[in-house]
């Protein structure tokens, strides 16, 4: 699972081997939680975040929208930029 991007103690992550499920998603890593976020909104797919964080992956997603949707279809790795 290649780290995308940190930012704020979150880590992004996606799954490029094995996609074996969709929509496009990210995965939202804190010392605490673990969740998928929808690529296409930005919105949480399953589970629980906290909701400062949750608005921050949501950023982190709308500014990447077209990065992530290009790695999740062509299985390419690249690291993006942290939120600042």
């Known amino acids: 699972m290649p780290t995308i991007s ?3 103690g979150i ?3 996606m ?9 496009p998603h990210i995965h939202a890593i804190t010392q605490d939680f673990d ?3 929808l690529i296409s909104t930005g919105e949480i797919m399953e589970g629980k975040f906290p909701p ?14 077209k990065e992530l949707l290009k790695m999740w ?12």
């Open 11 to 13: 880590i992004i992550v």
């Open 52 to 65: 400062k964080a949750q608005t921050m992956v949501k950023e982190f997603i709308v500014k990447y929208q």
């Open 35 to 37: 969740a998928p976020f």
């Open 73 to 84: 279809e062509t299985g390419k790795y690249m690291k993006l930029p942290p939120l600042n």
């Open 15 to 23: 799954y490029l081997r094995d996609k074996e499920h969709n929509p």
């Open 6 to 8: 940190y930012f704020y």
